[in-house]
Nanobody
Framework: QVQLVESGGGLVQAGGSLRLSCAASGRTFGSFTMAWFRQAPGKERDFVASIRWSEGGTYYADYADSVKGRFTISRDNAKDTVYLQMTSLKPEDTAAYYC?????????????????WGQGTQVTVSS
């Protein structure tokens, strides 16, 4: 069982920055993937970024085209926490952001492939 707790959302003006955090606890070992998804009202939950960890210790970061160059995903192993640094925010980035976890490190951007989810944190970007 894995528990995920997000924090760091808020209200920011367009062009501003925010950093989201996702603290994981439970059986997080071996190869795994942690990801961020977002969901705006009335829309589907969309992939934002993921960080994939192989058993050999190599990691890979992947991004949706809409956030490439603006968002950076990273992980603090000691704290078992994943971060999403968001810069140059746009009004269309407004959504509830969710942290997700799955075992294995094969890339997938499909929400249904993830086994554990956090409660979500709201990000609102004003124009």
């Amino acid at each position: 069982q894995v528990q995920l707790v997000e924090s760091g959302g808020g209200l920011v003006q367009a062009g501003g920055s925010l950093r989201l955090s996702c603290a994981a606890s439970g059986r997080t070992f071996g190869s795994f993937t942690m990801a961020w998804f977002r969901q705006a009202p009335g829309k589907e939950r969309d992939f934002v970024a993921s960080i994939r960890w192989s058993e050999g210790g190599t990691y890979y970061a992947d991004y949706a085209d809409s956030v490439k160059g603006r968002f950076t995903i990273s992980r603090d192993n000691a704290k078992d926490t994943v971060y999403l640094q968001m810069t140059s925010l746009k009004p269309e980035d407004t959504a509830a952001y969710y942290c997700a976890y799955k075992r294995g490190w094969i890339i997938t951007t499909t929400a249904t492939s993830y086994d554990y989810w956090g409660q979500g944190t709201q990000v609102t970007v004003s124009s």
